[in-house]
């Protein structure tokens, strides 16, 4: 038979309940960061409509994965520090010998954008005029460099956590999505152009925010193995239940979950009333009951193998699923032993024997 836990296992059970615990905070860690300097540039010639290309390459970098040794990824930011610096070039080719003055104007703009996992951030719009004035005869040319303008920003990678787990490096892409130059109307006899450059200089790093594994034990620590001992009980005696708890250790770290429980040896006698359960907070427990079928006669053992992990958050290539605990029961049931002392009657009848025997020998006498 099982027996149900009593008033006392029931008040153990309450006295070692689940803590009360304040909520993880995320820790960080930030990669170093990567400088890159890149320009891309198009030319615009009189005549027709503007020159433009589309995603202009402003070169790459590459950012350190996050160790999950370390903990569980709860979210990545990619932080960026730069200025774009703009250039303009306004050209016209003379011809004869004219020495009337003229003037040709351009124009230029450009965007930017960064793009890696999970991010994908477009930048505003910049633009420069230029322009350039000689006579007809000896054409011009003029370059223009408006003040650099600040590009910074903090980005956070949303629904890709997992492309920045690992040993190795994550690329971030820098381009220009749109890249035009605009030649004014034709002033000079001979060919008039425009050429727009920019150029993208800065650095980008990555902040991983995360959280510690969890760390279940027996103790709130490191006991990852726990012996329980009934004892010696006559058969059909109640064994009283006994309790013991699973802890997730205290600090910044993630859920445990208690995934399976695998029985071996005498688990009829010997059972718990263990279950499944998922985010067992940082710096709690949950507590259950051993109990002890004493119906038949024997020495019973058994062991339970608890597998754990971490909960379900975050990045999940960075969560650990290896835990494991090891509960140990053993118990024993023996008969009840006759104590040798004889029945009543018995003592009765010895008792009128003794004395025949003792009347005979007088007699002899």
């Known amino acids: 038979m099982k027996f149900q836990p ?3 296992a029931l008040a153990l059970a309450a006295a070692l309940g689940t803590a009360v615990v304040l909520p993880a905070q995320a820790l960080q860690i930030t990669t170093s960061a990567t400088g890159f300097d890149n320009s891309a540039s198009v030319t615009d010639a009189e005549g027709g409509s503007a ?3 589309n995603n202009a390459s402003l070169g790459s970098v590459s950012l350190d994965q996050f160790d999950s040794t370390v903990g569980v990824l709860m979210g990545t930011t990619l932080n960026l520090t730069s200025t774009r610096t703009q250039t303009i070039t306004v050209t016209a080719v003379g011809s004869g010998k004219s020495s009337d003055n003229q003037t040709t104007t351009g124009t230029g703009s450009s965007d930017a954008n960064i793009s890696a996992a999970g991010v994908n951030s477009t930048f505003s719009t910049i633009s420069a005029n230029g322009s350039c004035t000689g006579t007809k005869a000896a054409g011009c040319t003029s370059t223009t460099s408006p003040a650099a303008t600040t590009t910074n920003a903090s980005l956070v990678a949303a629904g890709s956590l997992d492309s920045y787990v690992g040993g190795g490096t994550v690329l971030a892409t820098l ?28 650095d980008v790093s990555a902040t991983y925010d995360y959280l510690l594994h969890a760390k279940g034990s027996f103790d709130g620590t490191s006991q990852l193995t726990l012996d329980l001992d009934f004892g010696t009980f006559y058969l059909g005696d109640p064994a009283t239940d006994l309790g013991f708890s699973i802890f997730n250790a205290s600090g910044d770290r993630v859920g445990l979950d208690l995934d399976s429980i695998l029985g071996s040896g005498d688990t009829t006698k010997l059972f718990t009333n263990l279950g499944l359960f998922a985010g067992l907070g940082a710096g709690s427990s949950k ?48 008969e009840r032993q006759s104590n040798g002392i004889p029945e009543p ?21």
Request: no cysteine; charged share 15%; glycine share 14%.
């Open 6 to 8: 009593t008033p006392l």
């Open 345 to 365: 009657g018995i003592l009765g009848l010895l008792g009128i024997g003794l004395l025949g025997l003792a009347m005979g020998r007088r007699q002899r006498r």
């Open 287 to 334: 507590t259950f009951l051993a109990s002890f079928d004493t119906s038949s006669l024997g020495l019973f053992s058994a062991s339970y193998t608890l597998g754990l992990s971490d909960a379900d958050v975050g990045a999940s290539s960075s969560r650990f699923n290896n835990y494991s605990l090891t509960l140990n029961l053993k118990g024993e049931v023996r």
């Open 175 to 202: 381009t220009a999505p749109t890249l035009t130059a605009t030649q004014g109307v034709g002033a000079f006899p001979g060919a008039e152009s425009t050429t727009y450059s920019v150029k993208w200089e800065g």
């Open 51 to 53: 020159t433009t290309i």
